[in-house]
Nanobody, 126 residues
Framework: VQLQASGGGLVQTGGSLRLSCAAS????????MGWFRQAPGKEREFVAT????????YYADSVKGRFTISRDNGLNTMYLQMNSLKPEDTAVYYC????????????????????WGQGTLVTVSS
């Protein structure tokens, strides 16, 4: 499985961006998917995750109410709609996927993520 993240860019505080993560290869083997981010000089952190069925979704407290995760299994694509962006959201965003689990499994930790995209940079200017 290969993951390709896109949609990053430069935006002003309060603006919006939508990230996409396109999966290719053995996509039928993908279960939970998620987003992590890494800001300069900081550790990589969890942002959001969604189960294969879409019936289970979790967000980090820092993005709850502002970000929305979704996926379209028919298109093998996951999305992250980011609204009300803040300078502290500046980071490289990585999409992930797990190769084991069930229709409600999610990826809230890096250990649960078997596949990683290359990352897309989001910069929020103040």
């Amino acid at each position: 499985v290969q993951l390709q993240a896109s949609g990053g860019g430069l935006v002003q505080t309060g603006g919006s961006l939508r990230l996409s993560c396109a999966a290719s290869g053995r996509t039928f083997s993908i279960y939970g998917m998620g987003w992590f981010r890494q800001a300069p000089g900081k550790e990589r952190e969890f942002v959001a995750t969604i189960s294969r069925s879409g019936g289970r979704i979790y967000y980090a407290d820092s993005v709850k109410g502002r970000f929305t995760i979704s996926r379209d299994n028919g298109l093998n694509t996951m999305y992250l709609q980011m609204n009300s962006l803040k300078p502290e959201d500046t980071a490289v965003y990585y999409c992930t996927a797990a190769k084991t689990g069930n229709h409600l499994s999610t990826t809230t930790t890096m250990d649960e993520s078997d596949y990683w995209g290359q990352g897309t940079l989001v910069t929020v200017s103040s």
